[in-house]
């Protein structure tokens, strides 16, 4: 599907998957929902397909996006959990009506509301984060060794030493550079 906008990233971790649809934080960002739009994009990707979505929907869930890129970042590093991000994730979580259920072949899926649809999918996304940052889900919270990039990632390596968030950009991009200095 070409677009015309910056592509989705893939993960298998919902709400880092989210937090990842704005890239590299500290260099020169990369806004991959610019509108109503690609959120409904992303989230009928994500298994969150909702039918519409207003300006205000998208700005509530770029505040929830952030929200746990800040908790999740301060989860990683050990830091006190900042009390703004923590209001808005709760908020979110507290908001929806999703409910899980399963398919026949036994996976879970979410049913949504038609008529509360970006709110419900923004709250199974907080829940998600909340179970991640609680640390009930195998894995440890860390950040990309990008300077630039800095995301927040789970890592479910079974060393714990997974370097970037993503093998595919940030982890080649590193790669890419140290063979050019290699040469040089
Ligand atoms: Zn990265």
Redesign the pocket.
Known sequence: MHTGFPDFRRGNVLATCFTGTLSERHGVAVERIPTPRRLLDWLDLNGLAVPSCTDEELDRARELRESIHSAATAAAVQDPLPASALRVLNDCSAQGTAAAALTPDGNRFWRLSPASGVEDALSVIAADAISVIAGERDGKLAL?A?PT?R?VFLDTSQSRTRK???MN??GNRQKKARLKATRA
Request: charged share 10%; proline share 0%.
């Open positions: 990309c990008s990039c995301a970037w968030c993503d950009t940030c």
